[in-house]
């Protein structure tokens, strides 16, 4: 193929705009000087590619004739991920799950293929980690047969390409890209270039025939998706699995999103028969049993989840130098910061105390909101005052010790309002000083165990 020569430089006057194919000192036409000067030739792209004119079925429209009613979103058959995709899965979109070794993936892809295909769809669920024999195993052991649901084990691209056309899915779920390879490109499975090329091609057989594709990404050492970052960019969903190996509590959240909200969180629990969903998780961080001095409940929002969470600080007298910080569930340093401002403006000495600060049942918490509920429980520890059941503290701490609001602090107290709490403790008190003295006139059994100074 001929390749096409450059145009010539041109050169035109400033003034009148006569042309010329040679510079000249004096416009031939207006009969100036040095008004004659280089034109700059055409440049990029399109020197290079030729238009083509779009076909009628793929011509530009006005937004306002494009519909809708050909991709409704379908239920997955699990509640919890439906809430986090925006209400199902949209026909032709590419999911993208994430989530630490060992959380729960492929078991919450598993149920998720069980259900859709109790639904009446077929699926595909195409493990290129295990065996047959080994997924077969665990849907046994979580109930998740079905004759609809089909499974392939293969780490090639165009051998999965090609199970797709003999089994026409209506879903299908990749476990995992970084351990898919394609022929066409060098290098082992997990490379970028291969990570890059195996997503593509298949986010691009999602497009063309509308159908959903769910691709299971491994994770770096910091958390993130491995991998290039053109990965989160292609898909239409990226999804976070997360959980403590610890326990049992399973949280699922959406990073990206175009189909839906970025904010909704769902809730699951790893059990012996696999994974179930928590549809009102409210009593799972709360402790059972009568209440003891170094306990507050906090209102956290997840997602558009307003949740009780409690907040259990011990204190202990120590000789040492360097007093003992020890945080789990909460940002270590906020609650150092807390205890700063409860020595400072409210008078509880915490220097000369080792402080243990923790949440129930593994949930982390570590929004600003959490800052009254710890300064409640670090003084009703050290001054032996025991928070009712029907007192619940929100509030961020400012270092002048005054209470600042918090986001959506209508939908916290209507929600523990709901779970029954009759006071809510927040920036209405203004000052933490203000709030201690709040949450002691609560008290119900209060054990002189210290000298209590007044707040």
Not at 17 to 36: D, I, P, S, Y
Not at 145 to 159: M, N
């Amino acid at each position: 193929m001929a390749t096409r020569k450059p145009a010539p430089p041109a050169y035109v006057c400033t003034e009148c705009g006569w042309t010329t194919a040679k510079w000249v000192g004096r416009c031939g036409e207006c009969q100036q000087w040095g008004t004659v000067q280089e034109q700059s030739a055409q440049t990029g792209i399109l020197s290079r590619v030729t238009a083509l004119a779009p076909t009628a079925d793929r011509a530009a429209r006005p937004i306002t004739q494009i519909t809708t009613r050909d991709a409704p979103r379908r239920t997955s058959g699990v509640g919890e991920f439906d809430r986090v995709l925006g209400g199902g899965i949209v026909p032709g979109a590419a999911i993208l799950l994430s989530g630490e070794p060992g959380v729960g993936k492929s078991t919450l892809l598993l149920e998720v293929a069980a259900q859709a295909a109790r639904g009446g769809r077929r699926v595909l669920y195409a493990s290129a980690e295990e065996s047959p024999g080994q997924v077969r195993l665990r849907a046994e052991r979580t109930g998740a047969l079905h004759d609809e649901l089909y499974l392939a084990s293969e780490t090639d691209l165009a051998t999965i390409l090609g199970h797709i056309d003999a089994v026409q899915p209506q879903l299908v779920i990749v476990d995992s890209v970084q351990t898919v390879s394609s022929s066409l490109i060098d290098g082992a499975a997990g490379q970028p270039s291969q990570v890059r090329e195996v997503a593509a091609t298949l986010i691009r057989v999602a497009k063309d025939r509308g159908l959903p594709i769910i691709i299971v990404g491994h994770v770096t050492k910091d958390g993130q998706v491995a991998g290039p970052r053109v990965l989160e960019h292609l898909v239409d969903v990226v999804c976070h699995f997360e959980g403590d190996r610890q326990t049992s509590l399973r949280f699922i959240r959406a990073l990206k999103n175009r189909f839906g909200p970025t904010d909704e969180v769902g809730c699951f629990e790893m059990t012996g028969d696999g994974i179930a969903e928590v549809p009102d998780p409210s009593g799972l961080f709360l402790s059972q049993g009568e209440t003891e001095p170094g306990t507050c409940v906090a209102i956290s929002l997840e997602g558009r989840r307003a949740l009780p969470v409690e907040v259990q600080a011990l204190t202990i007298d120590t000789a040492a130098p360097n007093p003992r910080r020890v945080v789990h569930g909460l940002d270590a340093s906020r609650v150092a910061m807390v205890l700063a401002i409860l020595e400072r403006r409210a008078g509880i000495k915490t220097s000369n105390l080792d402080v243990y600060v923790s949440t129930v049942g593994g949930v982390r918490f570590t929004e600003p909101a959490a800052d009254l509920a710890i300064a409640v429980a670090v003084a009703g520890s050290i001054q032996q005052i025991r928070v009712p059941r029907t007192v619940a503290a929100v509030g961020e701490l400012s270092l002048a010790g005054e209470i600042r609001p918090v986001t959506q602090s209508a939908q916290r107290r209507s929600e523990a309002s709901r779970l029954g709490y009759e006071q809510v403790v927040d920036d209405r008190s203004k000052t933490l000083r203000a709030a201690l003295n709040d949450v002691r006139a609560r008290n119900t059994s209060r054990r002189p165990e210290r000298d209590i100074p007044p707040f």
